[in-house]
């Protein structure tokens, strides 16, 4: 199974300040097939189910502000929250769909300082 | 609109079993592949495996193959994620969410099932 490792596991950010959350994979998650990294970014409320951020390492899904970035290939990654908002407090998951089984990582809890 | 809508609460003893059912609106059952999820209380998130409704192949996790089984009623537009032989430490969230026929991430989830295992 691949194994994903999020560093780290908890942050406190100013509002309006950057946070950066990391995800390494124990091997890579970047296809030859298509060129692209099966790499996603959730982010979970509490009480409420996971809502999909970016997904192919990069791209954004619809509706989700662009303050959120992803990047990275391979092996590393990373989810940038460009200026920290209120209503980003939550805890944040990458996801690895390169392989059976799919596996998250162990999450980040960003918070306000 | 794409939703999940999943059933509710429940509550069971040790060694019993479990069936959760979700049950898709807003489109196709068959357009997408049905994933389930677990979060133990206060937890991470855990894949258990998915499905294909459009011709039953199913994929599951080691650490749930042999105890769970998931399925669909096409017909009635909703997917079944059935435990046995439960345990204390299935306590937890569960939810389903879909995804391309392809593969890729999870993208609609449902708003989960709270089941508790206690004696």
């Known amino acids: 199974d691949i194994v994903m490792a999020q560093s780290p596991d908890s942050l406190a950010v100013s509002l309006g300040e950057r946070a950066t959350i990391n995800c390494r994979s124990s091997?890579?998650?970047?296809?030859?097939?298509?060129?692209?990294?099966?790499l996603a970014w959730y982010q979970q409320k509490p009480g409420q189910p996971p809502k999909l951020l970016i997904y192919w390492a990069s791209t954004r899904e619809s509706g989700v502000p662009d303050r959120f970035s992803g990047s990275g290939s391979g092996t590393d990654f990373t989810l940038t929250i460009s200026s920290l908002q209120a209503e980003d407090v939550a805890v944040y998951y990458c996801?690895?769909?390169?392989?059976?089984?799919?596996?998250f990582g162990q999450g980040t809890k960003v918070e306000i300082k | 609109q794409v939703q999940l809508v999943q059933s509710g609460a429940e509550v069971k003893k040790p060694g019993a079993s479990l069936k959760v059912s979700c049950k898709a609106s807003?489109?196709?059952?068959?357009?997408?592949?049905i994933n389930w999820v677990r979060q133990a209380t206060g937890q991470g998130l855990e894949w258990m495996g998915w499905m294909n409704p459009n011709n039953g192949k199913t994929g599951y996790s080691q650490r749930f193959q042999g105890r769970v089984t998931m399925t669909a009623d096409t017909s009635r537009s909703t997917a079944y994620m059935e435990l046995t032989s439960l345990r204390s430490d299935d306590t937890g969230m569960y939810y389903c969410a879909n995804s391309s026929l392809w593969g890729g991430p999870m993208d609609v989830w449902g708003q989960g099932t709270t089941v508790t295992v206690s004696s």
């Open positions: 091997q890579s998650v970047s296809s030859t097939s298509d060129n692209k990294n099966h």
């Open positions: 996801l690895q769909y390169y392989t059976i089984p799919r596996t």
């Open positions: 807003g489109y196709t059952l068959t357009s997408y592949t």
